[in-house]
């Protein structure tokens, strides 16, 4: 009798050792096996890997969880910064060019009117191309007038520059 209890003991044995085992990581990454899902935390009951029994000495058949990246939100506000910096300067240099182009063209109509007037005052040979090209830079300054004062209102400048630019305009006059 002992005989056939030790031979059911022993052909039992390896139904016994061939028990399904659960595993899975909580939100810490900790390791948790154990052969009844019940005993598991509650966190990691969806995220469940069954053991095989062809392997049940491997304990990494669950890949540990990489935490998410940390965000630095210091080097994402500096970024911004730099971004709003950067974008102010790219600004500033705009509106600085309107000014420089507003007193180019006003410029240009001065030295056109003065060597017209000059060449009015000494009539020569030379002075009939002269005043006919003064006029013509005239003619292009305050073309050039019209142009910006369009893109003015098309651009997004500062009242301050968008006034001295129309100021600096207006010594161009209209013919």
């Not at 420089?100 to 030295?111: I, K, M």
Request: net charge negative; hydrophobic share 35%.
């Amino acid at each position: 009798m002992r005989i056939l209890i030790l031979m059911i003991v022993f052909v039992s044995l390896p139904l016994v050792a061939a028990a399904t085992l659960y595993s899975c990581r909580d939100s810490e990454g900790r390791l948790h096996v154990t052969d009844n899902l019940q005993a598991l935390p509650d966190e990691c009951r969806a995220d469940v890997h069954e053991v095989e029994a062809s392997d049940p000495d491997n304990l990494h058949f669950v890949p540990e969880r990489t935490p998410a990246p940390a965000v630095d939100h210091r080097s994402e506000y500096q970024r911004q910064l730099l971004e709003q910096q950067r974008q102010q300067q790219e600004q500033q240099q705009r509106e600085e060019q309107l000014i420089r182009e507003a007193q180019g063209l006003a410029d240009r109509f001065d030295r056109a009117q003065q060597e017209r007037r000059n060449a009015i005052r000494r009539w020569s040979a030379e002075s009939r191309r002269t005043i006919e090209f003064a006029v013509d830079e005239m003619a292009a300054a305050r073309s050039g007038k019209q142009r910006m004062l369009a893109d003015l209102e098309r651009q997004r400048v500062s009242i301050r520059t968008s006034e001295q630019v129309r100021t600096i305009l207006e010594q161009i006059p209209e013919p």
